[in-house]
């Protein structure tokens, strides 16, 4: 069988990498060791997480909500790194509303 990768319309999150899944060829004839592509582990997912931390990071202006591990991280790295010091700022929205932050978040 030929790889190919087909768009689901309509379809639920994933359903694009349950379809290419399908159709990727098996390593060999045998049932007992199937091909694995990136897409079965979630190895494109993960890049693109790496990608979008690093982008927070390196951004002009952070937002990041209240109690988000992923924001604490952010804000700790920029805060760690002096981005305040060339310019970047820090902002959490919580229940109180939107509020600068000076230190790594707490």
Known sequence: ????????????????????????PQR???EESPF???LDIGVLELV????????????DVFVGVKGS?????????RYYQQKE?????NYIVGPDGIKRL?????
């Open 1 to 24: 069988r030929r790889s190919t990768l087909q768009f689901v319309k309509g379809g639920r999150p994933g359903s694009r990498q349950r379809t290419y899944a399908l159709t990727m």
């Open 28 to 30: 060999n004839s045998s």
């Open 36 to 38: 694995v592509s990136a």
């Open 48 to 59: 693109a997480s790496i990608i979008n931390f690093f982008t927070a990071v390196e951004a």
């Open 69 to 77: 591990t992923y924001s604490t991280d952010v804000f700790s790295v």
């Open 85 to 89: 010091k060339g310019g970047g700022e």
């Open 102 to 106: 000076y230190g790594p978040a707490a």
